[in-house]
């Protein structure tokens, strides 16, 4: 392999600063739908509440802060 080959191809991203940055996207997602759906859903047992908080954070990782992640912040990887 030649140096300028060597050079060329990226460094893999960092799986733990990955981790990292996907936490600082979750937990204020989380914590900000269950302000908003817990009062609604009070009274509904844990399984049903995880069940309407459940879709609407995956949608939001997959779509919202996984690519921003990927995109915008991937200097920081």
Same mark, same amino acid.
């Given at each position: =392999? &030649?140096?300028?080959?060597? +050079?060329? &191809? @990226?460094? @893999? *991203? &960092?799986?733990?600063?990955?981790?990292?940055? !996907?936490?600082? #996207?979750?937990? *204020? /997602? !989380?914590? #900000?739908l =269950?302000? !908003?759906?817990?009062? /609604?859903?009070? #009274?509904?047992? /844990? @399984?049903?509440?995880? /069940?309407?908080? !459940? @879709?609407? %954070?995956?949608?939001? =990782?997959?779509?919202?802060?996984? *690519?921003f %992640? +990927?995109?915008?912040?991937?200097?920081?990887?």
């Amino acid at each position: =392999m &030649s140096v300028a080959a060597a +050079q060329a &191809s @990226p460094r @893999p *991203p &960092s799986r733990l600063r990955f981790a990292f940055f !996907v936490f600082l #996207g979750v937990y *204020p /997602l !989380v914590t #900000g739908l =269950m302000l !908003v759906i817990a009062p /609604l859903t009070e #009274g509904w047992p /844990l @399984p049903a509440r995880t /069940l309407v908080m !459940v @879709p609407m %954070i995956v949608i939001c =990782m997959v779509w919202g802060v996984i *690519p921003f %992640i +990927q995109t915008r912040l991937r200097r920081f990887l």
